[in-house]
C-alpha cells in the first residue's frame, strides 16, 4: 500500500523567514505526481504546489518550492519569506491510481 | 475562478439516519471524488467516479454509502445509516483527467457531518 509520511506534526516559523516541511513517501511506480496542499482554518483544500516524478528540476512557485529527491523518494516543501496566511495545515500528497493518498499533515504556525 | 461547491457545510444528523451529502464538481471535469478527514487526522480516500460509475473505492466505502450523479452537475454520497464514527469532514473533489502538465484535484470546502 502507499504510504506518505510527514515526520514534523508540527513547525513554526518566524515571519518573513524561511521553513522546510518535510515529506517521504513509498511507492514502486516511476511515474506518479506528488502535491503539497494547504489547508486553512476554513478547511478548504488549497494546492500549493505540484511535482511530476519524470521531471527532475524541482517545481516553484513563488515562495513555494520542493527539494524533490526520487531516489530517496523525499519531497520537502520550502517556503521564503513567511507570511501570517501561510499558517495552516499542510498536507502533503501522491496521486495512486485514481486517487490521492495524504500524509498525516504539519501544522505550520508562523510567528509576527 | 471555477471551484468545486458543496452543500450543507454542516449537517446534524441522529445515528441511523440516511444523509446525502451534495457537490457541484468544475464543470469541466470528469472525474469526481469524496474524501473524508476525521477531526485531527489526515485525509483519507473514499471513492473516485467516472463516466458514470465508481472507478476505485475504499476500505471504508463499504455498503453503507453509495454515490451518484443525478443530473449533468451535482455528484452525491449518500449514507444509508449513519454511525457515530461517520462523524468527520467529507470533501468532494474533482479532475479534469489523470495525467497532464495542469493535473490536480480541485477540493470542494467540505461539508461537517455530526452524527449523535
Known amino acids: 500500500a502507499q504510504t506518505v509520511t510527514q515526520s514534523q506534526p508540527e513547525m513554526s516559523v518566524q515571519e518573513a523567514e524561511t521553513v522546510t516541511l518535510s515529506c517521504t513517501y513509498d511507492t514502486s511506480e516511476s511515474d506518479y505526481y506528488l502535491f503539497w496542499y494547504k489547508q486553512p482554518p476554513s478547511r478548504q483544500m488549497i494546492l500549493v504546489i505540484r511535482?511530476?516524478?519524470?521531471?527532475?528540476q524541482n517545481a516553484t512557485e513563488n515562495r513555494f518550492s520542493v527539494n524533490f529527491q526520487k531516489a530517496a523518494k523525499s519531497f520537502s516543501l520550502k517556503i521564503s519569506d513567511s507570511q501570517l496566511g501561510d499558517a495552516a495545515m499542510y498536507f502533503c500528497?501522491?496521486?495512486?491510481?485514481?486517487?490521492?493518498?495524504f500524509g498525516p499533515g504539519t501544522r505550520l504556525s508562523v510567528l509576527p | 475562478e471555477p471551484e468545486v461547491t458543496q452543500t450543507p457545510s454542516h449537517q446534524v444528523t441522529q445515528m441511523g439516519q440516511e444523509v446525502i451529502l451534495r457537490c457541484v464538481p468544475i464543470s469541466n471535469h470528469l472525474y469526481f471524488y469524496w474524501y473524508r478527514q476525521i477531526l485531527g487526522q489526515k485525509v483519507e480516500f473514499l471513492v473516485s467516479f467516472y463516466n458514470n460509475e465508481i472507478s476505485e473505492k475504499s476500505e471504508i466505502f463499504d455498503d453503507q454509502f453509495s454515490v451518484e450523479r443525478p443530473d449533468g452537475s451535482n455528484f452525491t454520497l449518500k449514507i444509508r445509516s449513519t454511525k457515530l464514527e461517520d462523524s468527520a469532514m467529507y470533501f468532494c473533489?474533482?479532475?479534469?483527467?489523470?495525467?497532464?502538465?495542469?493535473?490536480?484535484?480541485?477540493f470542494g470546502p467540505g461539508t461537517r457531518l455530526t452524527v449523535t
Open positions: 500528497a501522491q496521486d495512486y491510481g485514481q486517487n490521492f493518498v
Open positions: 511535482q511530476e516524478a519524470y521531471k527532475q
Open positions: 473533489a474533482s479532475s479534469e483527467a489523470l495525467r497532464g502538465i495542469t493535473y490536480e484535484q480541485y
